[in-house]
């Protein structure tokens, strides 16, 4: 496995865990549109991703980033591990 695929599963769990609609997730998955969190979901999402991977997201990166695999991709930056 990958390092890529060991964050898709990392963050597919986390965001099943913001996912209360039961939204079917890919990576082309958009959080504000297809999940329909609001900004303070995808504040608390954010923290959720920045403790997992210990990383710092920072606002203007985190606004940037609107699907599943563009997070995946971004987290594996910040780790650098992309």
């Known amino acids: 496995m990958t390092d890529r695929d060991e964050r898709k599963d990392a963050i597919n769990r986390l ?3 913001f996912n209360k609609k039961g ?4 990576e082309d998955t958009r959080f504000a549109q297809d ?3 609001d900004s303070l979901t995808v ?12 990383i710092i997201i920072t606002m203007n990166r985190a606004a940037e ?3 599943v695999g ?3 991709d971004a987290v594996g930056e910040l780790k650098g591990e992309a």
């Open 35 to 37: 999940l329909e969190w």
């Open 23 to 26: 939204i079917e997730v890919s």
């Open 15 to 17: 965001v099943a865990d």
């Open 43 to 54: 504040m608390d999402f954010v923290a959720a991703v920045e403790d997992e991977f210990d």
């Open 70 to 72: 563009q997070l995946i």
């Open 65 to 67: 980033i609107e699907t």
